[in-house]
Structure formats: C-alpha cells, structure tokens
Nanobody, 115 residues
Framework: QVQLVESGGGLVQPGGSLRLSCAAS????????MAWYRQAPGKERELVAR???????NYADSVKGRFTISRDNTKNTIYLQMNSLKPEDTAVYYC?????????WGKGTLVTVSS
C-alpha cells in the first residue's frame, strides 16, 4: 500500500528557510504527479505546490516566488524548498499524489514560523 513519509519541518524565524522531504513507497512514483499540501490550525487543508511527472510546477499565489517544489524519481522523493518564510506559513505540511489515489495521508511535518 502507499506510504508517504514527510520530514524536515521545525521552528524557524521569519525570513528563514527550510527544506521538506517526502519519501513515497507502494506506488509507481514516476507515473504520478505529486504535490505539497498544508493545513494551518483551524483551517482547511490547502494545495501549496504541485509537480508533474516531469518538471512542470505550479504554486499557490501565497507561496509563489518563495517556495520551490522538485522531485527525484531515482529516490521516490519530492522536496519543498521554502525561503523567506512568514508566520502565516505555519502549518502541518503533507505530500500526496495529485489527484489523490485514495484517502490516505501521511503524518505530515510541522513547520512553525515564529520569532
């Protein structure tokens, strides 16, 4: 079955950077478009960035120019480089396929942006 393991979150000051990773297994990784989602306290989960099976990327307006999504099909892993972080980026970050293959979600990784 599909497994998604997110890592790399933590506490960072405003203006700082973090790099998130997501290791996938149990699926043909290279055949799936992937995405990063986030859920802030008290809010709905939202799509942050997506990447095609190749190199086409799209971003939510709120992170455009600050976040970069990438993938390494040899490692079944996607990444999210987050720069110029803001307090409003505080959330649990999840990766998943796009579209979703099932209602499965990993545990996510918590990003807290605070001074």
């Amino acid at each position: 079955q599909v497994q998604l393991v997110e890592s790399g979150g933590g506490l960072v000051q405003p203006g700082g950077s973090l790099r998130l990773s997501c290791a996938a297994s149990g699926m043909i990784f290279s055949a799936n478009a992937m995405a990063w989602y986030r859920q802030a306290p008290g809010k709905e989960r939202e799509l942050v960035a997506r990447i095609s099976t190749g190199v086409i990327t799209n971003y939510a307006d709120s992170v455009k120019g600050r976040f970069t999504i990438s993938r390494d099909n040899t490692k079944n892993t996607i990444y999210l480089q987050m720069n110029s972080l803001k307090p409003e980026d505080t959330a649990v970050y999840y990766c998943n396929t796009l579209p979703l293959l099932s209602d499965y979600w990993g545990k996510g990784t918590l990003v807290t942006v605070s001074s």
